[in-house]
């Protein structure tokens, strides 16, 4: 046996002399070359291999925290970017709780002991149902995407149709999700907007709505920042032709604008990160499905819901699945979707974060929000030739800022605040090319009035420098 064989290595397991030795004698071979018998010599990597030298657990962390510090967060930069991932503030108690390692570390809660798991989930299931006035919510998907993904899917099955509508204004990567995720049985149909207030436009979605469409989606506030008005004309719409109405909503703005589920949506979904998760590179993001308790749309569920009922013993309750038998844990291949990993785990952080503000705080911070992005679209909208916001509609948090006419174009202006330590909007020239030069800014909670002066300052020394006005 050769030396490399006989080093002990406290982190690979049955690396002890003895305990190979042990385990040769058990299955009858006399040295670990023996397993190998009859793999050709010239497949086998005989000479030494050139590891480098392990670093200590110190040499380590500094090693990868030199990688990290290469990034510019939002602690150091003021942030302005949204489209999909937001910078909101998130109580201690919410890390503090999705820390426990009865919540971080039990996978799926089956095959460990439940350690309340099941009980966070059917909380979180019924804060947010009460959010959305609706009465069943599923333990999430992995994000937004799939959530409105999945909830077309659903609406394909109960209609038996394979269309759906939705609005030009969509994000470009959500809607990619959702061609991908429904392809290729569910064909994506896109509908106009109107070009002043980016509203849905109704006269296209007439045109194109038939007894082939099993749902129209739409989102509330939209991609693009601006309040849908024409929720329930959309609604009554789709119910003429049979169809099913889902809608994206934004849970961070329910403390002020009406639930979908007053204006007709049968089915709504959205991004649970604003509930007290931190932005994340790949993580954070977690999707919400919730409808009416209509066994119909529930047999459609492809992901876990849990339930409370009573137990064998008297005056006591327990919480389990509900209807499990509708899903692929139970169906296996024969399953309607195939559920795996979930975002459990930020569920459970969303309970916390709408259990600590309640109704109260839903509706401060939903006007906290508009009251800080109305005073961003106000300032900036004085600066010369400078549009905010670019639709004439109401916006919540997001809004679209127009440079056109400035000379600059929205890249040369957002490189422009990064050196002066300042995340610009997103620029929409790719994306939404008919907009021009524009860019999508997010005002929350967390920006002060200084933060926004800030902001317009910048701009405008920008813009000066360049002699567009």
Same mark, same amino acid.
């Given at each position: 046996?050769?030396?490399?064989?006989?080093?002990?290595?406290?982190?690979?397991?049955?690396?002890?002399?003895?305990?190979?030795?042990?385990?040769?004698?058990?299955?009858?071979?006399?040295?670990?070359?023996?397993?190998?018998?009859?793999?050709?010599?010239?497949?086998?990597?005989?000479?030494?291999?050139?590891?480098?030298?392990?670093?200590?657990?110190?040499?380590?962390?500094?090693?990868?925290?030199?990688?990290?510090?290469?990034?510019?967060?939002?602690?150091?930069?003021?942030?302005?970017?949204?489209?999909?991932?937001?910078?909101?503030?998130?109580?201690?108690?919410?890390?503090?709780?999705?820390?426990?390692?009865?919540?971080?570390?039990?996978?799926?809660?089956?095959?460990?002991?439940?350690?309340?798991?099941?009980?966070?989930?059917?909380?979180?299931?019924?804060?947010?149902?009460?959010?959305?006035?609706?009465?069943?919510?599923?333990?999430?998907?992995?994000?937004?995407?799939?959530?409105?993904?999945?909830?077309?899917?659903?609406?394909?099955?109960?209609?038996?149709?394979?269309?759906?509508?939705?609005?030009?204004?969509?994000?470009?990567?959500?809607?990619?999700?959702?061609?991908?995720?429904?392809?290729?049985?569910?064909?994506?149909?896109?509908?106009?907007?109107?070009?002043?207030?980016?509203?849905?436009?109704?006269?296209?979605?007439?045109?194109?709505?038939?007894?082939?469409?099993?749902?129209?989606?739409?989102?509330?506030?939209?991609?693009?920042?601006?309040?849908?008005?024409?929720?329930?004309?959309?609604?009554?719409?789709?119910?003429?032709?049979?169809?099913?109405?889902?809608?994206?909503?934004?849970?961070?703005?329910?403390?002020?604008?009406?639930?979908?589920?007053?204006?007709?949506?049968?089915?709504?979904?959205?991004?649970?990160?604003?509930?007290?998760?931190?932005?994340?590179?790949?993580?954070?993001?977690?999707?919400?499905?919730?409808?009416?308790?209509?066994?119909?749309?529930?047999?459609?569920?492809?992901?876990?819901?849990?339930?409370?009922?009573?137990?064998?013993?008297?005056?006591?309750?327990?919480?389990?699945?509900?209807?499990?038998?509708?899903?692929?844990?139970?169906?296996?291949?024969?399953?309607?979707?195939?559920?795996?990993?979930?975002?459990?785990?930020?569920?459970?952080?969303?309970?916390?974060?709408?259990?600590?503000?309640?109704?109260?705080?839903?509706?401060?911070?939903?006007?906290?929000?508009?009251?800080?992005?109305?005073?961003?679209?106000?300032?900036?909208?004085?600066?010369?030739?400078?549009?905010?916001?670019?639709?004439?509609?109401?916006?919540?948090?997001?809004?679209? !800022?127009?440079?056109?006419?400035?000379?600059?174009?929205?890249?040369?202006?957002?490189?422009?605040?990064?050196?002066?330590?300042?995340?610009?909007?997103?620029?929409?020239?790719?994306?939404?090319?008919?907009?021009?030069?524009?860019?999508?800014?997010?005002?929350?909670?967390?920006?002060?009035?200084?933060?926004?002066?800030?902001? !317009?300052?910048?701009?405008?020394?920008?813009?000066?420098?360049?002699?567009?006005?």
């Amino acid at each position: 046996m050769s030396e490399q064989r006989k080093m002990v290595h406290p982190y690979i397991p049955n690396t002890v002399p003895e305990v190979q030795a042990e385990m040769l004698r058990e299955i009858g071979a006399n040295t670990i070359e023996e397993l190998f018998d009859g793999i050709p010599e010239d497949l086998q990597y005989m000479k030494e291999m050139n590891i480098p030298a392990a670093l200590s657990e110190y040499e380590l962390r500094r090693y990868i925290d030199g990688i990290m510090e290469k990034n510019i967060t939002t602690k150091e930069y003021l942030n302005f970017l949204g489209a999909g991932c937001w910078n909101h503030y998130v109580p201690a108690i919410c890390d503090e709780i999705n820390q426990r390692a009865e919540f971080l570390t039990a996978y799926a809660g089956d095959p460990y002991e439940d350690l309340g798991r099941y009980q966070a989930l059917f909380e979180y299931q019924s804060l947010m149902a009460e959010l959305v006035d609706m009465d069943v919510v599923n333990v999430p998907t992995f994000d937004w995407a799939q959530a409105a993904a999945t909830s077309i899917r659903m609406a394909s099955r109960i209609t038996n149709r394979y269309e759906v509508l939705l609005p030009k204004t969509i994000s470009p990567d959500r809607l990619k999700v959702i061609r991908n995720y429904c392809s290729p049985q569910i064909e994506c149909i896109l509908v106009d907007y109107e070009e002043d207030s980016g509203q849905i436009n109704m006269r296209d979605l007439e045109d194109k709505i038939s007894f082939n469409t099993a749902a129209i989606y739409f989102e509330n506030p939209s991609y693009l920042g601006f309040i849908e008005t024409k929720g329930q004309k959309i609604s009554n719409l789709a119910k003429s032709h049979n169809a099913l109405t889902i809608v994206g909503v934004d849970p961070s703005s329910l403390g002020v604008l009406a639930p979908p589920s007053h204006y007709g949506a049968d089915i709504v979904c959205g991004d649970l990160q604003p509930l007290g998760m931190h932005m994340s590179y790949g993580g954070g993001q977690s999707g919400f499905i919730g409808s009416h308790d209509d066994l119909t749309v529930i047999q459609e569920y492809p992901s876990r819901l849990f339930g409370i009922a009573p137990t064998v013993v008297e005056g006591e309750y327990g919480f389990g699945d509900v209807f499990y038998d509708r899903t692929s844990f139970a169906q296996r291949e024969e399953g309607k979707e195939s559920v795996g990993t979930q975002t459990a785990l930020w569920g459970i952080t969303a309970g916390v974060y709408l259990s600590l503000l309640g109704p109260g705080g839903m509706r401060e911070l939903g006007k906290s929000i508009m009251q800080r992005s109305q005073y961003a679209m106000e300032q900036l909208g004085n600066i010369p030739n400078v549009v905010a916001s670019r639709f004439e509609s109401t916006n919540f948090k997001e809004f679209v !800022v127009n440079f056109s006419h400035t000379n600059k174009s929205v890249e040369e202006i957002n490189k422009n605040l990064l050196n002066n330590g300042i995340f610009g909007g997103k620029d929409l020239s790719e994306e939404f090319p008919e907009l021009g030069q524009s860019s999508l800014f997010c005002i929350t909670e967390v920006h002060t009035k200084e933060d926004i002066d800030q902001l !317009v300052t910048a701009i405008r020394k920008c813009l000066d420098s360049s002699g567009s006005n």
